[in-house]
Nanobody, 125 residues
Framework: QVQVQESGGGLVPIGGSLRVSCTVSERSSSTTVAWFRQAPGKEREFVAAAFRWSSGTYYADSVKGRFTISRDNSKNAVLLQMNNLNREDTAVYYC???????????????????WGQGTQVTVSS
């Protein structure tokens, strides 16, 4: 069972920046890693993904141009840099991995087999 651990959440002002990190227990370069988020009373939604073997990155329209997903293969980690944050970005952010998913399913929750416990990101004035 792959272990996934998020870190780096916190409280940030509107317009601020924050970076969250996801550490994976297996070689992260061989697996697709994604970030999802869930706000209170809402369904968990796709945020961004880094396809395995650095084959591409993918973003939800709501974060495109503001968020950047990247890999640090030396640490088996995937980072999510979040800039120009707004209140709508407040949520618990989850990291998920999937070693066998296909490209067309990269935004689907059920395509990922291992999930972390989540890290809270709160954007407030």
């Amino acid at each position: 069972q792959v272990q996934v651990q998020e870190s780096g959440g916190g409280l940030v002002p509107i317009g601020g920046s924050l970076r969250v990190s996801c550490t994976v227990s297996e070689r992260s370069s061989s697996t697709t890693v994604a970030w999802f988020r869930q706000a209170p009373g809402k369904e968990r939604e796709f945020v961004a993904a880094a396809f395995r073997w650095s084959s591409g990155t993918y973003y939800a329209d709501s974060v495109k141009g503001r968020f950047t997903i990247s890999r640090d293969n030396s640490k088996n980690a995937v980072l999510l840099q979040m800039n120009n944050l707004n209140r709508e970005d407040t949520a618990v952010y989850y990291c998920a991995t999937g070693s066998r998913l296909i490209l067309s399913s990269v935004r689907r929750r059920d395509a990922y087999s291992s999930w972390g416990q989540g890290t809270q990101v709160t954007v407030s004035s």
